[in-house]
């Protein structure tokens, strides 16, 4: 099992650059037999109240080529049911909104949250990853990833090398990933600022589908520290462009006086007046990531922390503590806890006073109401229990995941009686079994 | 001006990793399975995923992610 552990991790870019620090000693004793398979698999439950509903099986498998050499294979399957908030508020009458196809419509009830609960996804990832030594002391590691949705496609390669200096106690690593993305939303992609029309009739689309491009660069170090300790430090920059609107989300517009979405639509009285989202054609992240392990007598100490600030406006700051408990010889349980802040985009807009809405088709303005673009905090507490054996491995865990925000500025009248950033709670499960 | 700071703070201080190491017999610890950086890569990407489609940050470990929709 340690064998299968080790040999897995290495596959990861992390890890790539911590192979030395970790493999000398291990290898010796747990020798994988070239031609081997190791196969590990995972599954995830993800529930949020009244929202999504997530089941998410994995199988991995790793072939060992060489002695040092493996390529690894990692296929995911992602069922997802029920969507994040539309963007729009909630209001003191049921209010209907036409679904993506513009085919049917949904309501909801006065006083919730707008999201359409019929959204269903089903999303299938494959991951392959070869590494292998490029010299002594120089290992390199080459991807690819492919992943399609309904209205999604994804595809990118990644290379990246680990170098290990000073006796193995330093590990230099670079790498570089590029990919490219393809959006066919369901019923075609909104004009910016568009308004909602009503089931049937003509919605403002503005084609059919659109791409995106996504360029990852990462530099890392890990030092070794003493016998019980090490750390690791990267820089990663992420451009990505293109689409990068959500076609799904909308934005509301409110009576000036009232504070209530306006109903002006003829056809559909219950049809507030809303506009498809526009968000900026390009974005560029910076994140410092740290990460520090010790082992403390058997058991093991994991903290990290990452920086990540964008051209969005947004910083964010991560911190995530484990602490891996031994009990006897082989069983562990490990707790978790996660704290997530981040500050809104400079562009979030939570609603539009009747009057300030951008014409339709006016994509210089960029606004969006999607909550994630929001300044909130998350929480996530959770514990996982496990066991190593020599022959294989497993580990369950149980996690609670709180979003919570401040209610935004600028609100008046009816909008001051909704809550319009309501807290986001989920509850995750997931299991992984090393065979 | 302050990411600057950092980033030359931060290599400053990586030039005293040649005074710290162990030599290759002492690494018993470290090379436990659960002492790698990323001890469970499976768990990392399923949490990686989730953290991904519900907050606007991704990456730092590892490459940002992508391939999702994620509405």
Redesign the interface.
């Known amino acids: 099992m340690k064998t299968h552990s080790k040999k897995s991790i290495r596959l990861s870019l992390a890890a790539a650059s911590c192979a030395l620090v970790g493999a000398n000693v291990a290898v010796a004793e747990n020798a994988h037999d070239v031609g081997d398979w190791d196969v590990s698999a995972a599954l995830l439950f993800y529930n949020e109240a009244d929202r999504v509903t997530a089941a998410e099986p994995v199988i991995k498998a790793v072939k060992q080529l060489d002695t040092d050499e493996t390529l690894s294979l990692k296929l995911t399957l992602d069922t997802l049911t029920g969507a994040s908030g539309s963007g729009a508020v909630p209001t003191d009458r049921p209010q209907t909104y036409t679904t993506p196809s513009g085919n049917s419509s949904y309501t909801v009830n006065a006083g919730d949250i707008p999201l359409d609960e019929s959204f269903k996804d089903t999303r299938v990832a494959l991951n392959a990853a070869w590494e292998r030594p490029i010299s002594k002391d120089l290992t390199m590691v080459l991807g690819g990833n492919l992943s399609s949705e309904y209205d999604y496609q994804s595809l990118s390669a990644n290379t990246s090398f680990a170098w290990d200096t000073n006796g193995g106690n330093t590990t230099w690593m670079a790498g570089a990933s590029a990919g490219v993305d393809s959006i066919d939303p369901v019923g075609g992609k909104p004009i910016a600022f568009g308004v909602m029309q009503e089931a049937d009739a003509t919605q403002p689309r503005d084609g059919s589908n659109d791409t995106k491009s996504l360029f990852d660069v990462i530099v890392g170090v890990t030092q070794v520290i003493d016998q019980n300790s090490l750390f690791q430090l990267n820089y990663s920059l992420s451009q990505s462009s293109g689409y990068l609107t959500d076609p799904y989300k909308i934005i509301s517009v409110v009576d000036p006086v009232t504070g209530r979405p306006l109903f002006t639509n003829i056809n559909e009285p219950n049809l507030p007046t809303v506009v498809y989202e526009n968000r900026p054609d390009s974005r560029l992240k910076h994140s410092i990531f740290g990460q520090y392990k010790r082992y403390i007598g058997g058991d093991v100490l994991d903290t990290s922390y990452r920086l990540m600030v964008d051209d969005w406006g947004i910083t964010s700051h991560t911190i995530d503590l484990r602490y891996r408990w031994k009990m006897g010889d082989t069983l562990y349980i490990e707790p978790h806890v996660r704290v997530y802040q981040q500050s809104a985009a400079d562009f979030y807009t939570p609603f539009f006073v009747d009057g300030t809405q951008p014409v339709a088709g006016n994509d210089k303005v960029e606004a969006s109401a999607d909550y994630r673009l929001g300044e909130f905090n998350g929480y996530t507490f959770g514990a996982e229990l496990g066991q190593d054996t020599a022959d294989n491995s497993w580990s369950v865990a149980l996690e609670y995941y709180l979003q919570t925000g401040n209610e935004p500025d600028g609100t008046f009248g009816e909008l001051t009686r909704q809550e319009l950033y309501p807290d986001v709670d989920a509850v995750m499960l997931r299991v992984v079994y090393d065979f | 001006m302050k ?1 600057l700071v ?2 030359l703070l ?1 290599g400053l201080s ?1 030039g005293a ?2 005074n ?5 017999w ?21 949490d990686d ?3 991904f489609s ?11 992610g ?4 994620c ?1």
């Not at chain 2, 002492?26 to 399923?46: C, G, I, V, Y």
């Not at chain 2, 992508?66 to 929709?69: E, I």
Request: proline fraction near 6%; aromatic fraction near 6%.
């Open positions: 990411k950092f980033i931060a990586l990793c040649s710290m190491g162990v030599e290759p002492e690494r018993q610890n470290l090379a436990k399975p659960e002492m790698a950086l990323d001890s469970s890569p499976l768990r990392s990407s399923l995923h989730i953290y519900k907050e606007a940050s991704s990456g730092g470990r590892s490459f940002g992508g391939g999702c929709g509405n």
